[in-house]
């Protein structure tokens, strides 16, 4: 049996005639903390929405914890914290999240001490009853990633989380999912702030839809003979396209 928790192999998605993914090819090892990174328009989120199973690829190979990214089988195994926050705007805070907990059917009291401790982990317990349309931009942000977490996945899918979320927050996050990596949790997460890809594992650059280099964030900045990862972003990730 693998150790691999995702899979893309030759992976392409067409919107219309569009090519958002060209052959994306790339693996996530159980346990890992692996992040996506590259520039607007790359194919990161998109490579999440086939991944998650909310946008079905044109072609290509994708497995997700053994399944296909469709099979219902995959649902409570999954968190999924989109780019854009996914809550019901007319719903309260707690509501948001006692209704995700509904649909992994977890049992009430083990859904109150969850519901509890991500208010209290993502500093929203003073908002608890508010509708989000009440909350600021990073507090919807927080409020999104606390839905993420309620299932307790064993794959936690992040895109772009600590966009818009003050510095003493983003700490926690990566707190958080440093102690969720260490309990066994697999990450994926998209970012554009440099310091963050540094904490993943491993790496991958995709442009155009493609995957341009993947490996630890040292070994990358070695292998292309600079001093950061910003500069292996700037000297590989080129916006024109491939010919
Ligand atoms: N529903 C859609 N219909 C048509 N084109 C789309 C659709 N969704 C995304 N695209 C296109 O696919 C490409 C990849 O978009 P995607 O959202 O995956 O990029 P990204 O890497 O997540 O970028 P960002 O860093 O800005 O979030 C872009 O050129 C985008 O315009
Ligand atoms: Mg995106």
Redesign the pocket.
């Known amino acids: 049996m693998t150790d691999r928790v995702v899979t893309f192999h030759s992976v392409r998605k067409l ?2 005639s ?1 090519q ?2 060209s052959g994306l090819s790339f693996s996530i090892n159980k346990g890992e903390l692996y992040g996506l990174i ?12 086939v991944l998650t199973g909310l ?1 079905r690829h044109s072609s290509g190979d994708v497995t997700v914890l053994g399944h296909q990214p469709q099979d219902p089988k995959l649902r409570p195994l999954l968190g999924y914290m989109p ?1 854009e926050t996914a809550l019901y705007q007319d719903l309260s805070v707690e509501e948001n999240l006692r209704f995700f907990g509904k649909l992994y059917d977890i049992p009430a009291v083990e859904l109150n001490r969850r519901v509890n401790d991500l208010l209290a982990f993502v500093d929203l317990e003073k908002w608890r009853s508010h509708v989000i349309t009440e909350l600021s931009g990073g507090m919807r942000h927080r409020a999104s990633l606390a839905a993420a977490l309620i299932p307790k996945p064993r794959l936690l899918v992040l ?2 989380p600590t966009v818009g979320v003050d510095p003493e927050l983003r700490a926690n996050f990566w707190q958080r999912f440093s102690e969720m990596q260490r309990d066994g949790t697999t990450i994926l997460i ?1 970012t ?1 702030y440099m310091d963050e890809a540094m904490r993943c594992d491993r790496v991958g650059l ?1 442009n155009h ?1 493609q995957l341009v280099i993947e490996g630890a964030p040292a070994q990358l900045i070695h292998d292309a003979n600079v001093s950061n990862l910003e500069e292996v972003f700037l000297k590989l990730a080129k916006r024109e396209a491939p010919q």
């Open positions: 919107y219309g569009f958002a993914l590259g520039p607007n328009g790359a194919g990161k989120t998109t490579a999440i929405r946008n780019q895109d772009e998209t554009h995709i839809g």
